[in-house]
């Protein structure tokens, strides 16, 4: 009997070292969790932090002047082109070929008061 007892209390110690090094590794959890608090509280902190802060773009101002010049001139023409088509038109005369050689319509003679030539 003294056997059983023996091994029994063998068991007990063995069960008291494994809820000591339980208890030991539920500190050191205990520890990293609170660590893990502490740096989601810190990132929480500087995510605020970071919707206060305004980002502005700094403009290259050459590219700029140019980039607005090019769209300017391109508007300009289109604009120009519009306005020839609708308000200005024009009338194309449609000559017969080579009669502008013979006749020039734009002149106009009176012959009723000339004196004929001798």
Do not use: W
């Not at 590219?63 to 300009?76: C, E, M």
Request: proline share 6%.
């Amino acid at each position: 009997m003294p056997s059983d007892y023996d091994e029994i209390k063998k068991d007990v110690n063995q069960l008291k070292d494994s809820i000591q090094e339980l208890k030991l590794e539920a500190v050191r959890a205990q520890a990293k969790v609170d660590a893990i608090r502490k740096s989601v509280a810190e990132a929480e902190k500087a995510i605020e932090k970071l919707d206060t802060t305004k980002v502005s773009v700094v403009a290259f101002n050459p590219i700029q002047k140019i980039t607005y010049g090019v769209i300017g001139s391109i508007l300009v023409a289109f604009l120009a082109a519009l306005i020839s088509l609708v308000i200005i038109p024009t009338e194309k005369k449609q000559y017969k070929p080579q009669e502008h050689l013979l006749t020039r319509p734009e002149v106009q003679y009176e012959t009723k008061n000339r004196v004929p030539s001798p």
